[in-house]
């Protein structure tokens, strides 16, 4: 034996050396199960696997010996991601492939081959760890240093994984697109996920993709982010912006494992993120749970086409009903008795009606209601009752008695058999043989009865009689006055929606004050319906009415 240090040390294996021996190892395990598995004639199903398995661990051999060389090692370091790559691409088809069969062999009852599957998924195992705790260390040392023979971990430190977890239950099955530039890849993937019970798809690039996926509409896009030309991550931005593409999840599938990289993908729009190389069983749930997910939001999105259908055909139906509520308002009157009126609901249904007509030749009818509330169940109350009064159908009531017409009527709506709903109303009949007018309310606004005045102010007298709304008491009782009407007198009827409002400086307007604004107007000029119109849009300052607004005006 010589004595010469440097011919010892030249007799010690480089750094490099002892990791292309280290890495050898798992392949060489690999390699022997499977050819030994293939000796023992499986079925035709089974020995393309097994072949694809044997043809990625020759390849992952050759790899080896080309980045791992200490002539080239020092250009492979330049571009360490794409080594790492490139190494983790055969072992990835080996751990799935290996998944497969294992499985498979579970299902046929060829519990035989299961263990040396096991050993062939595990030695894959070891192969990555040993590849970050070897690689790693070399790619930061100088080609002069891993010649003189740098360390390396032992390979007993390798991560064996073990057995494969169980199966899960599938939930859902749905349509999925793998885009790879690895046909491997793609055919491992496309293969797990029809076997999970997914339609799947595959594209070879990403200007493919894009046709597949419009195509094809997948639920989820296994995209990988190292393609040549379209990468996956400026792919993922494009179908982002795209109001169609953007519908599916998206899971970004890479073997670099950087947080900038995968907080990119993420705030890009990606749904998920799966490192290479996944277990089946981690790829499963990603799948599950983004197809969830969508399931979810297509559902949300299901509902709320409902809900706008829904809503476009009550707003139909309202549309037509509150036809239907307009329909029954009396037409204007010109002649010895004129009217005219406002009719304004705050919603599209209110709670108001009124309406006027001939009892007979001598009697004049005419009434305001107000049901509390509005909306549809307010405006169902309003119109029975307005038919009611209309057509004189309430029993053993005389229409031109107003007192009997408000017992009548609080005898037929009490409001414990309308929903607890009731109504204020004012009625009254005028003879036209003597002008007088007889009148009853039943917690309504008085009637304003408007003088001509002649060489006086006109005169404003209210017209009420105390009593509750109809509905309230069954004990209620009803009276009734009377008051001369004059040759060219006004009558104003007005739900409270005319009045109630608020000043600028918040506080409530009154019966009083309405009645002083009013007395102001007629003092000017005769009353017309525009300026009570007027009054009530300036204090509700543009908004929307917060309550319905009617007001009938009779001129005699």
């Known amino acids: 034996m010589s004595d010469d240090p440097s011919t010892s040390r030249r007799s010690e294996p480089s750094a490099l050396a002892r990791a292309r021996h280290d890495l050898r190892t798992p ?240 705030e890009a729009g990606a749904e998920d993120y799966l490192i290479k190389p996944f277990d089946a069983v981690l790829l499963r749930a990603r799948v599950a749970a983004c197809l969830e997910k969508k399931e979810l939001r297509d559902q949300e999105r299901r509902t709320h086409r409902a809900l706008v259908e829904s809503q476009a055909r009550l707003t139909a139906e309202l549309a037509e009903a509150a036809g239907y509520v307009r329909s029954l308002l009396p037409a204007p009157l010109s002649g010895a008795i004129s009217t005219e009126w406002v009719f304004r609901p705050s919603a599209q249904l209110g709670g108001d009606a009124f309406g006027y007509h001939w009892i007979d030749d001598e009697h004049f009818a005419l009434y305001l209601l107000d049901v509390c509330g509005h909306g549809i169940g307010a405006a169902l109350l309003s119109v029975s009752a307005l038919n009611l ?24 709506f009490p409001m414990e058999a309308q929903n607890q709903q009731y109504f204020t109303i004012w009625y009254g009949v005028f003879r036209s043989t003597d002008r007088e007018l007889r009148f009853a309310s039943a917690g309504h606004p008085p009637a304003f009865r408007i003088g001509a005045g002649g060489e006086r102010a006109p005169s404003i007298h209210d017209l009420r009689t105390p009593a509750p709304p109809i509905g309230c008491l069954p004990e209620a009782r009803f009276s009734q006055q009377s008051a001369p009407l004059g040759q060219g007198d006004t009558l104003l009827i007005f739900s409270d929606g005319a009045y109630e409002f608020q000043n600028a400086d918040g506080a409530p307007i009154t019966l009083a004050d309405y009645r002083q604004w009013l007395a102001r107007q007629v003092t000017v000029s005769p009353l017309r319906l525009g300026d009570c119109v007027r009054f009530a849009e300036t204090h509700s300052r543009g908004a929307d009415l917060e309550d319905d607004m009617s007001i009938l005006c009779v001129r005699f």
């Not at 035709?44 to 010996?65: H, P, V």
């Not at 046929?108 to 081959?113: F, L, P, Q, R, V």
């Not at 070399?138 to 390979?155: I, K, N, R, Y």
């Not at 057509?391 to 017409?405: F, N, Q, W, Y």
Request: glycine content about 6%.
């Open 27 to 266: 392949m060489n395990h690999v390699l022997g199960y499977a050819e030994m598995l293939l000796e023992e004639n499986p079925p035709e199903e089974f020995r393309s696997d097994l072949s694809k398995i044997l043809a990625s661990g020759r390849r992952l051999l050759e790899l080896i010996n080309l980045y791992l060389d200490e002539r080239t090692f020092e250009s492979s370091r330049a571009d360490l991601p794409r080594v790492f790559h490139d190494l983790r691409t055969p072992v990835n088809h080996i751990i799935g492939y290996s998944e497969i069969l294992q499985e498979r062999a579970e299902e046929c009852g060829n519990a035989e081959w299961i263990p040396d599957l096991r050993r062939i998924r595990e030695a894959a195992g070891t192969w990555l760890q040993l590849m970050e705790s070897l690689l790693v260390p070399l790619s930061e040392q100088s080609v002069a240093s891993v010649g003189m023979g740098a360390s390396s971990p032992p390979a007993s430190r390798a991560f064996h994984s073990g057995a494969l977890p169980s199966r899960t239950t599938r939930r859902l099955a749905g349509v999925v697109l793998v885009v790879d530039d690895n046909a491997g890849n793609r055919d491992l993937l496309v293969r797990r996920l029809r076997r999970e019970g997914h339609t799947a798809h595959e594209a070879a690039d990403g200007n493919r993709a894009l046709e597949v996926w419009r195509r094809e509409r997948p639920d989820v896009v296994l995209l990988d982010v190292q393609m040549p030309d379209l990468d996956g991550y400026t792919l993922l931005q494009q179908a982002m912006g795209d109001a169609e593409l953007r519908e599916a999840a998206v899971i970004m599938v890479s073997g670099f494992d950087r947080q900038e990289g995968i907080a990119r993908c993420i």
């Open 389 to 412: 009064i209309r057509s004189e159908a309430l029993p053993g009531v005389d229409p031109r008695e107003p007192a009997a017409v408000m017992a009548g009527l609080n005898k037929a």
